[in-house]
T-cell receptor, first 110, second 112 residues
Framework: GQNIDQPTEMTATEGAIVQINCTYQ??????LFWYQQHAGEAPTFLSY????GLEEKGRFSSFLSRSKGYSYLLLKELQMKDSASYLC???????????FGDGTTLTVKP | DTAVSQTPKYLVTQMGNDKSIKCEQN?????MYWYKQDSKKFLKIMFS???????INETVPNRFSPKSPDKAHLNLHINSLELGDSAVYFC???????????FGPGTRLTVL
């Protein structure tokens, strides 16, 4: 099975950098995803890591350490529109099932 | 538009009723899912189908019955609705570059 932990809430200031952590325990690992979900909307894909290291995509970067069962999502140059819930999801080797963390609600303040 | 679509967007009904939610994707994906997101925003997988075959069936009451007539459609039928079934139900499909999931807009079910 999967066990995924991420902070419930975070607050940051517009223009700043914020790091959202995710730790996981899994019986079979086949990739880690980050999704963004604005209030009242569907989750949308942000990033994917399957090998150790950093993946950069514009203002967003995601890091993975498989040995530590740890990932983070880094958001730079925060904008008000980045206020949303960020979901960490781990895919296991069983039928490609992804288990989602409970999400981190990020509030960006002026 | 290429997308995952769900109908209806909102569903308000009485306890004990039976209702269905429909999902369609025109992305050519092979795998589709149903998720439930409760009031605390926890997103939990319920079912997954690959090419019309059930591959994931989480611990869900058997009042919930998914049906996939073809690989582009995955419907969810719920019998004898209960108050605790009130949630947003998301359909998703996958087969992107990283097998990321594409979510439908959600169906907000309210059971009175």
């Amino acid at each position: 099975g999967q066990n995924i932990d991420q902070p419930t809430e975070m607050t940051a200031t517009e223009g700043a950098i914020v790091q959202i952590n995710c730790t996981y325990q899994t019986s079979g690992f086949n990739g880690l995803f980050w999704y963004q979900q604005h209030a009242g909307e569907a989750p949308t894909f942000l990033s994917y890591n399957v090998l150790d290291g950093l993946e950069e995509k514009g203002r967003f970067s995601s890091f993975l350490s498989r040995s530590k069962g740890y990932s983070y999502l880094l958001l730079k140059e925060l904008q008000m529109k980045d206020s949303a819930s960020y979901l960490c999801a781990v895919r296991d080797t069983n039928a490609g099932k992804s288990t989602f963390g409970d999400g981190t609600t990020l509030t960006v303040k002026p | 538009d290429t997308a995952v679509s769900q109908t209806p967007k909102y569903l308000v009904t009485q306890m004990g009723n039976d209702k269905s939610i429909k999902c369609e994707q025109n992305l050519g994906h092979d795998t589709m899912y149903w998720y439930k997101q409760d009031s605390k925003k926890f997103l939990k997988i319920m079912f997954s189908y690959n090419n019309k075959e059930l591959i994931i069936n989480e611990t869900v009451p058997n009042r919930f019955s998914p049906k996939s007539p073809d690989k582009a459609h995955l419907n969810l039928h719920i019998n004898s609705l209960e108050l605790g079934d009130s949630a947003v139900y998301f359909c998703a499909s996958t087969s992107g570059a990283y097998n990321e999931q594409f979510f439908g807009p959600g169906t907000r079910l309210t059971v009175l």
